[in-house]
């Protein structure tokens, strides 16, 4: 059998590939490019002459087992994105998937991500963050997308954002993490990269006064403060309290068995959450 080659491209300046990437594209049989006239640029530019096939996100179910087909007749195949490493907010996984229930060997070529190119010049913390990729366009889905934000543990978020749309998400942003610090990447690693940083309300006057906005590719990166966390596990503290004493009122059980339904029922709630939850609200039934 071949080899699926996940290889990462540049995201803006072409001296970012690899040897080894430029190897991999120079001897591999085929190349499953995302656009072939974004691939065709980087392979004139070092004079790589290789067959390729278009593999994008309207037909990656359906070009997938055609690959694999190349794949089982010892076939190399080298998977690219337009930018970037492939499979991380870019078509890729529905490939990688088959080639490994095929028992088909995939090898990663690394190299450039917005997401930690980002993160490594934003001066945010980045211990632990959370890669969310493109918000959903309609106004309910995003607001699901930040409750899941406030829930959260992990202070930093990254977020893919079109020139259109930058503005309107980070006023959105603006008015849940008024205290919150952020980072704006546009157009990294190419001649005219931009990078706005700091308070979150300070940021978006510049990039809603900023005439040329609406060109490039953004990487949002987002701090939560330590006290925007405290409030929203407050807050979901109190909700689950809550949850609980409808639980007794509704059963007509007792605070311990109240524990064990929503423990069995709800399944989207943390344990040490609702255990936490119950002992705030036994201190309160214990004061009365």
């Known amino acids: 059998m071949g080899i699926l080659y996940v290889v990462a491209t540049p995201i803006g300046n072409l001296n970012d590939i690899s040897k080894r990437a430029l190897d991999i594209l120079e001897n591999s049989d085929l190349i499953a490019a995302e656009d072939t006239r974004n691939t065709i640029k980087i392979l004139n530019h070092y004079k790589i002459k290789k067959k390729m096939t278009s593999y994008h996100k309207f037909n990656e179910k359906n070009k997938s087992n055609t690959i694999i087909e190349y794949l089982l007749k010892n076939q190399n195949v080298a998977l690219v994105s337009d930018a970037g490493t492939p499979c991380i907010s870019d078509p890729g996984y529905e490939l990688v998937k088959l080639a490994r229930e095929k028992n088909i060997e995939v090898i990663s070529i690394p190299g450039p991500s917005a997401v930690i190119t980002a993160l490594s010049i934003s001066g945010l913390d980045t211990t632990k963050f959370t890669f969310l990729g493109f918000l959903p366009t309609e106004t309910k889905k995003i607001k699901d997308e930040i409750e899941k934000i406030k829930r959260s543990d992990i202070k930093t978020f990254v977020i893919y954002e079109s020139p259109k749309r930058v503005v309107n998400t980070v006023e959105i942003l603006k008015e849940e993490f008024e205290s919150c610090n952020v980072f704006i990447a546009s157009d990294l690693t190419k001649f005219h990269e931009r990078g706005f940083f700091g308070n979150i ?59 064990t339904i929503l423990n069995k029922n709800n399944k989207n709630l943390k344990k040490n959450m609702i255990y936490e939850a119950s002992l705030n609200l036994k201190k309160i039934i214990e004061s009365k």
């Open 201 to 259: 309300e300070e940021v978006y006057q510049k990039i809603k006064e900023d005439p040329k906005i609406e060109k490039g590719e953004y990487v949002i990166v987002l701090e939560k403060k330590e006290q925007e966390q405290n409030q929203d596990k407050n807050k979901e503290k109190e909700s689950i309290e809550s949850l609980l004493v409808d639980t007794m009122i509704k059963n007509k059980c007792s605070l311990k068995e109240a524990i």
